[in-house]
């Protein structure tokens, strides 16, 4: 098991990477085009367990995980918990609409940073920024 630091992970093209997890398509979509703009390399997923493949065989690793809270398949709270048995110092993100933070009291694993839907662009700029600056 590595502990991958993950200090400013950037692409080939210098730009931080960001992975966006979400099972609805539209909402990947919003999020790649708030974030793109703003110089960050963004890759995102429908499926969890996808990106938590992808995670582990990320070389360099995101520098940041934006993952939705409740998802079909495995939730966000499980995907950080499967993030994080590789790289213990991986910062994220969650997003939801469905519960507020207080859902996370009883959580083993937590994310850095909670962000509640809907939220503007602006807010979501503004809490990456805090979290990769």
Known sequence: MSDRTNQKSEPRGGKPLIYVVDDEPMLLELAAAILQPQGYTIRTFRDPQTAAQAFASAQPPPTLVITD????????VELIEACRRIAPKQKFLMLSGTV????????????????AKPYSAHQLIQVVESMVG
Do not use: C, I, S, V
């Open 69 to 76: 809270y409740a998802m079909h398949t495995m939730n966000g």
């Open 100 to 115: 507020d933070e207080r859902a996370l009291d009883g959580a083993a694993w937590k994310p850095d940073r909670f962000l």
